[in-house]
């Protein structure tokens, strides 16, 4: 990832739990590897979320707005398969994602194709 930008509010003291007015991740990238037993090099990951989630107690509470991803790539690794495919130039808006009531004024935008 060459950059990553958060703007943090203070409503994040008061609300409950983080509230970014605005993300950016410029050039992020992500690699998925499937390995012979059919697993993923995520699939840990996966299981401590699964976890977490049966436990509604301990649920997080945020509000993410204006998150942007400029020129993103994922690279996918199929080592039963022996092949490689990868998906480059992704340019991705979305203006929130919230458990949280939280009243953003701004609207995502990507730039322009040059």
């Known amino acids: 990832m060459k ?3 958060a703007n943090i509010q203070l ?4 609300g409950g739990g983080p509230v970014l007015d605005e993300i ?3 050039k992020p990238y992500v690699n998925i590897v499937r ?5 993923y090099n995520f699939t840990d990951l996966v299981e401590i979320i699964m976890k977490r989630r049966e436990d509604k107690s301990k649920r997080l ?3 993410l707005n204006n998150i942007r991803v400029i020129d993103g790539g994922v690279y996918i690794d199929d080592g039963p398969k022996k092949v490689h495919h990868e998906v480059r130039n992704i340019h991705l808006a979305i203006p929130f994602l919230s458990n949280l009531p939280y009243y953003v004024d701004r609207y995502v935008h990507l730039p322009s194709r040059q």
């Open 3 to 5: 950059e990553m930008f």
């Open 11 to 14: 409503a994040s003291i008061f």
């Open 24 to 26: 950016r991740f410029i």
């Open 35 to 39: 390995h012979a037993d059919r697993t």
């Open 61 to 63: 509470k945020y509000s």
